[in-house]
């Protein structure tokens, strides 16, 4: 059993669970348990471990201390039901009061600083101004608001807003230290907390759209009644910066800036709303109209320096609110501003959410690379993670539109000439950033032209720069001219770094994507694995089948026998050589598997009058007269490649490739121009002319009894299929046949399947065609785990465009051993071989 505060830390850092849905109970003397919310709870604070008496999930006991229950990771409770944003360590969960469950076609956000009332309360009329800021929130329309210099007496009034179809973000402890409140009337996915400094913090929400998520956070940074304000500043723009470098899709950062000028949208890299919609400086704090802002300036100026900043949505309009009197006193010092969030309707533009994970940069040729790594290996944090680079749109689209992106792209370069750029000058930013110029002409007016397809990646402040690195040094770097002659796809995969997937030409607009090389499988040495095994076992009745028997095998293929006689498998697990072994008792066909030496053996045992087991020695019998060897292995090696070669995962074993292969003529061409065009209502057999099944597609058994190998064959499989027949018929002769499919392109979201000791691994295997029948028709099942480590195997599933809720992957694995589920984004999941 673990203790309770390895309990609290699992929860808390991974990230199949959701800390809002957990619940502790904490010991109190000669009382009931106390039930505190998880994310109300401080580790290492006044309550220690060994009062944390159980822990719920979902209302429901997943630890308790008394009677030794410790379920966490097998009760299927507490898990999230999306795809975390506010992730840790960034974000610390915490949890929101009322339900909200609004709608909106439009949204709009508010952001509005309240005035505390901890200086100069004589003059600025608190208990006077709370109705009027109240009101004039109620009626402003808002979806989500966002409150700074907010207290505990207006959190109070607030209150009622949470039994009214509000969520309210605001622990009273951090709205002491921070004067942080966000609300919303939209329901609300997840909520987190990010302190900054002892009194200033990052609140954000993640709110549900007609649209998708949205992210809203809100800030208040140091003032300059605070000594070096402006450093402070500086750096909690690039703390900030960082932190939602790691939240993907549409984000809103909205509150009190305390800074006018441009530096704020520069170094959050997003567009400032106001200036989008209205297009000038118009004040939201002005001492000359407002004389509560005159009590607090330190100068008698005013400034725009509550600001509304955006990466996705762009600004439809924007509005001040309180910024008229009401018996001459006005609801704060400063006005409050809203922002309505718009979308483009114009036809050729590609409407999706960014992502951190994806990029469209311009590359240096490689000739220039030496000096620039050199001084980027010593000075840049992201040297592992990026290639050097000029970002032309970072925040880009997933990969999942990549092909679409692309067209746009290429409509784009294909009316722009490539220009020259000189790196050259080195520069700094404010937050101790060191970067080389790229001079050249063309930049701004690329930059602008790539946007008007993107309308969320649009706005944004642009400054060409290529990173040497961060912190006090002065590097040295020879001035060259390059060209500008192509713009490069990137995206990062799993914890994978930023790498090409395709690159567009500027003057042309040709597209080339970047196929990964084929995945080396090692050989294995597989002779005479039969013949020790049968003169060890001279009983059992040792026959060769499958790929080895028919001379088709792949070079790392497994040897497959069926024992016919008496076989005892206490006496194999004991012979000279044998690792590994397992017997499988769960199968169809009772088996063993074991490695004999380096190479892995899998053993049917027949019992008498068991056909189907028999079956496998007259069908390799049969085949292997019929099928040309070299070509089934290319067929095969093509198959495996595209990740179409797996019973288990919904897709045609080797043993149908193989009978495809005997029933055509000809070439490696040949074969795919025959069967792409092969209607697969018609069932394929080795001889005859057998009746239609009504499967997807159905290819049958070479002997009796005879029977389809195809039945697990899903609709969206056979057309997949077909597709990729199609395109290996045009590339046969290519190296580029036997490249990985674009998978990331092709899902926009994933599930990963992680499975603990190899036991649980086959009873998964045999599970994976029923979770399929409750995927959608283009899910996708990889067939080889992706990740292998202590005994822990990760696979992936592709779900397609549309994707899939957490519960249906939730509900497959329950009452699976060892097995875990979750939806991953499709950047999240690692390249798959």
């Known amino acids: 059993m673990r203790t309770s505060d390895e309990i609290y830390h699992r929860v808390r850092w991974d990230a199949r669970f959701d800390p809002a849905r957990f619940v502790l109970g904490l010991a109190q003397r000669g009382r009931e348990p106390k039930r505190v919310p998880f994310t109300a709870f401080t580790p290492g604070g006044d309550v220690p471990w060994h009062r ?41 969960p915490r949890p929101v009061r009322g339900e909200a469950s609004g709608t909106a076609a439009a949204v709009r956000v508010l952001t509005w600083n309240t005035l505390w009332d901890r200086y100069e309360s004589h003059r600025i009329l608190t208990a006077e101004r709370r109705p009027l800021l109240l009101a004039a929130l109620a009626d402003s329309g808002a979806d989500v608001i966002a409150l700074q210099e907010a207290e505990r007496p207006l959190l109070d009034l607030l209150e009622p807003w949470t039994r009214r179809g509000w969520a309210l973000l605001g622990e009273p402890a951090d709205v002491d230290a921070a004067g942080l409140v966000l609300l919303s009337r939209l329901p609300v996915r997840e909520a987190g907390w ?9 609140a954000a929400v993640v709110v549900e759209t007609a649209t998708g998520p949205l992210t809203v956070v809100t800030t208040h940074l140091t003032s300059d009644h605070t000594t070096g304000g402006h450093d402070r500043r500086e750096g909690e723009l690039a703390r900030i910066a960082e932190g939602l470098s790691g939240v993907d899709g549409d984000v809103v950062v909205m509150g009190d800036f305390n800074e006018t000028g441009e530096r704020p949208a520069s170094a959050l890299a997003m567009t400032d709303a106001w200036l989008s919609a209205r297009g000038d400086e118009t004040p939201t704090f002005d001492p000359t109209v407002n004389p509560l802002a005159a009590v607090a300036s330190l100068t008698g100026r005013s400034g725009r320096i509550d600001r509304v900043f955006l990466r996705g949505p762009r600004a439809a309009s924007a509005s001040l609110h309180g910024d008229t009197a009401t018996g001459g006193l006005f609801p704060s010092d400063h006005f409050g501003l809203s922002v309505e969030l718009g979308r483009s309707a114009t036809g050729e533009v590609l409407d999706a959410p960014p992502t951190a994970r994806t990029a469209l940069a311009w590359l240096p040729p490689q000739s220039a690379w030496a000096p620039l790594q050199e001084v980027r290996r010593a000075h840049d944090p992201s040297f592992e993670r990026w290639p050097p680079h000029v970002n032309v749109l970072f925040g880009f689209v997933p990969e999942a539109d990549f092909e679409s992106a692309a067209g746009l792209v290429s409509a784009v370069l294909a009316r722009t000439a490539p220009f020259t750029a000189r790196l050259g000058e080195i520069r700094r930013f404010e937050q101790g950033t060191v970067w080389q110029h790229p001079g050249g002409d063309g930049w701004t007016a690329l930059r602008e032209a790539l946007e008007r397809p993107f309308p969320r990646l649009a706005g944004r402040a642009f400054v060409p720069h290529l990173t040497l690195g961060k912190g006090d040094f002065a590097p040295r770097v020879p001035t060259v001219d390059v060209p500008v002659g192509a713009l490069t796809l990137l995206s990062r995969r799993g914890d994978g770094p930023m790498e090409p997937r395709a690159t567009i030409a500027l003057g042309t607009g040709e597209i080339t994507w970047t196929e990964p090389p084929p995945r080396a499988f090692p050989a294995v040495d597989a002779t005479g694995v039969r013949e020790r095994l049968a003169a060890a076992l001279p009983e059992a009745g040792l026959h060769l089948v499958g790929s080895r028997a028919i001379g088709c095998e792949l070079p790392d293929a497994d040897v497959d026998l069926v024992a016919t006689g008496t076989l005892d498998p206490a006496a194999v697990a004991v012979l000279p050589g044998v690792t590994g072994f397992r017997e499988l008792t769960d199968a169809r066909v009772p088996g063993l598997r074991l490695h004999l030496g380096q190479t892995p053996v899998d053993v049917m045992i027949a019992a008498p009058g068991d056909t189907i087991a ?16 070299a070509l089934t292995r290319r067929v095969k090696a093509w198959a495996r490649a595209r990740g179409i070669d797996s019973a288990p995962f919904g897709s045609p074993p080797g043993l149908a490739w193989t009978v495809l ?9 040949d074969f795919f121009g025959h069967w792409a065009a092969w209607d697969w209502s018609a069932p394929v057999a080795l001889d005859g002319v057998p009746e239609a ?58 599930a990963v399947l992680t499975v603990s000791g190899e036991e649980n691994r086959g009873r998964m295997r045999g599970r994976v065609n029923a979770l399929l029948a409750e995927l959608p028709p283009d899910a996708h099942a990889w067939p080889r785990p992706f990740a292998e480590d202590g005994g822990v195997t990760r696979y992936a599933v592709g779900l397609g465009r549309d994707g899939v809720e957490e519960r249906v992957l939730t509900s497959w694995a329950r009452g699976l051993a060892g097995v875990r589920a979750a939806v991953v984004a499709g950047g999240e999941a690692p390249a798959l071989s």
């Open 52 to 92: 944390v008496l159980f822990v719920e999930a979902d209302g429901t006991p997943v630890w308790d201390r008394a009677t030794g229950l410790d379920v966490l990771d097998s009760a299927g409770h507490g898990l999230v039901r999306h795809e975390r944003l506010l992730r840790p360590p960034f974000f610390a």
């Open 614 to 629: 028999r079956s496998a020695i007259t069908d390799a019998a049969a085949l292997a007269g019929r099928a040309d060897p």
């Open 194 to 202: 990010h302190a900054l400094s002892g009194h200033k913090a990052v």
């Open 661 to 669: 292969a005997a029933v055509s003529e000809g070439s490696l061409a």
């Open 693 to 750: 099944t009504g499967d997807a597609m159905t290819i049958l058994t070479p002997t009796p009894p005879v029977r389809s190998c195809t039945a697990q064959v899903r609709p969206g499989m056979a057309d997949l299929i077909t597709e990729e027949l199609y395109r290996a018929w045009e590339l046969a002769a290519s190296p580029s046949l036997l490249a990985p499919p674009p998978m990331h392109r092709r899902h926009r979201s994933w």
